[in-house]
């Protein structure tokens, strides 16, 4: 999710707001960007990351190819449980704010497919296990399951743009569909959205990411990732998976 909020950011229609006006306003908990890339060494954007909580971030370069009104679109990145799940609710929070600002809100969904985020998650937690310590090995298939379908039911309220980075190789087609909304009728062509999509991959490449110099949120993927889970602790669970399979399939229109 940071690496797609972090390409959007690239996009020179769009600003990250300094303080956490609109994210208050959405009713959102949790943090505007990970602790894990905040406060690096190449940090010099200051920002609110939460209500009364500052931090700097990366600033990354924005594309100048692309002759678009500029900081035309406020960005926010947030995850299902930053609205506890309940996507009729966060919804009446869109229109609120629609109707309370004048702005529009478009949402884009960020997915990818489910035993990858499984695995993801349970990679980070054991390199710090601090990391979500409320969730058992046996609890992240149900969470992520939790998060798909609220998103699920959040598209089904207020339809948006659906982007499945499973595969950073096939991102092409929807992150010109991403530029092309993003510049909102400007005369762009496709040989202008690809060249910002070749920038954009460029500055969010992994390998070049600092991360603060406590984290480990960056790390080796489990070679496995298998489906029966770290230690077999998902072979009862494989209902969920599915389940959360599923979701993911209606997100993406397989």
Same mark, same amino acid.
């Given at each position: 999710?940071?690496?797609?909020?972090?390409?959007?950011?690239?996009?020179?229609?769009?600003?990250?707001?300094?303080?956490?006006?609109?994210?208050?306003?959405?009713?959102?908990?949790?943090?505007?960007?990970?602790?894990?890339?905040?406060?690096?060494?190449?940090?010099?954007?200051?920002?609110?990351?939460?209500?009364?909580?500052? $931090?700097?971030?990366?600033?990354?370069?924005?594309?100048?190819?692309?002759?678009?009104?500029?900081?035309?679109?406020?960005? &926010?990145?947030?995850?299902?449980?930053?609205?506890?799940?309940?996507?009729?609710?966060?919804?009446?929070?869109?229109? &609120?704010?629609?109707?309370?600002?004048?702005? $529009?809100?478009?949402?884009?969904?960020?997915?990818?497919?489910?035993?990858?985020?499984?695995?993801?998650?349970?990679?980070?937690?054991?390199?710090?296990?601090?990391?979500?310590?409320?969730?058992?090995?046996?609890?992240?298939?149900?969470?992520?399951?939790?998060?798909?379908?609220?998103?699920?039911?959040?598209?089904?309220?207020?339809?948006?743009?659906?982007?499945?980075?499973?595969?950073?190789?096939?991102?092409?087609?929807?992150?010109?569909?991403?530029?092309?909304?993003?510049?909102?009728?400007?005369?762009?062509?496709?040989?202008?959205?690809?060249?910002?999509?070749?920038?954009?991959?460029?500055?969010?490449?992994?390998?070049?990411?600092?991360?603060?110099?406590?984290?480990?949120?960056?790390?080796?993927?489990?070679?496995?990732?298998?489906?029966?889970?770290?230690?077999?602790?998902?072979?009862?669970?494989?209902?969920?998976?599915?389940?959360?399979?599923?979701?993911?399939?209606?997100?993406?229109?397989?």
């Amino acid at each position: 999710s940071t690496l797609l909020y972090d390409i959007v950011r690239t996009h020179p229609a769009t600003v990250l707001e300094p303080l956490a006006l609109s994210w208050t306003a959405l009713g959102l908990t949790g943090r505007r960007y990970p602790v894990a890339f905040s406060n690096t060494p190449d940090a010099e954007l200051a920002v609110e990351v939460a209500p009364g909580i500052g $931090a700097t971030l990366p600033r990354l370069p924005e594309y100048a190819g692309l002759a678009v009104q500029p900081n035309r679109w406020g960005v &926010e990145k947030a995850h299902a449980q930053f609205f506890d799940f309940d996507a009729s609710a966060f919804a009446a929070k869109l229109h &609120e704010f629609e109707s309370s600002t004048g702005r $529009a809100v478009t949402v884009i969904y960020g997915v990818r497919q489910p035993l990858d985020a499984m695995w993801s998650m349970i990679e980070y937690k054991r390199r710090d296990p601090a990391w979500y310590n409320f969730l058992n090995n046996e609890d992240v298939p149900r969470f992520i399951l939790q998060s798909l379908s609220a998103m699920r039911e959040l598209s089904g309220i207020w339809p948006g743009l659906v982007i499945d980075y499973s595969d950073i190789a096939l991102l092409s087609a929807p992150l010109r569909s991403l530029g092309r909304l993003l510049s909102n009728g400007a005369d762009v062509t496709d040989a202008n959205l690809d060249e910002w999509i070749d920038h954009a991959l460029r500055a969010t490449k992994r390998d070049q990411r600092e991360q603060s110099q406590s984290s480990q949120f960056l790390g080796e993927r489990d070679p496995s990732r298998d489906r029966d889970g770290p230690d077999g602790s998902w072979k009862a669970l494989d209902d969920v998976i599915r389940s959360a399979e599923q979701a993911h399939a209606e997100m993406v229109g397989l």
